[in-house]
């Protein structure tokens, strides 16, 4: 498995930006999938975004598509989700997960990822 450690997050005004970067720990980061999921207070914890392990393929959730974009360096072990346009409602705590690349790896699962992050709140003021 992999260690995953989260920055970025912050308290920004809706239209705003930010970039979330995540960390991984590992030589072998390159044949990971990853992927970003949110929760909110109350809520359960939701897909935002997912990236294959050669970049080649990247999945989005509705609610963030136009307005985020995940990405990844494999020679820096890190992976980015950019956020734009941001809204109140993109308040919550973003965590990066990661799974080994593999057959019937569905993104937007979070029982599809075994290595978890501790996370990073992001606040978005109207």
Known sequence: QVQLVESGGGLVQAGGSLRLSCAASGRTFSTYVMGWFRQA???????????????????????????????????????YLQMNSLKP?????????????G???????????KSWGQGTQVTVSS
Request: proline share 5%; with cysteine.
């Open 41 to 79: 207070p109350g809520k359960e914890r939701e897909f935002v975004a997912a990236i294959s392990w050669s970049a080649g393929s990247t999945y989005y959730a509705d609610s963030v598509k136009g307005r985020c974009t995940i990405s990844r360096d494999n020679a820096l072990n890190t992976v």
């Open 103 to 113: 057959a019937g790896w569905r993104p937007q699962y979070s029982n599809n990822y």
């Open 89 to 101: 409602e993109d308040t919550a705590v973003y965590y990066c997960a990661a799974n080994p690349a």
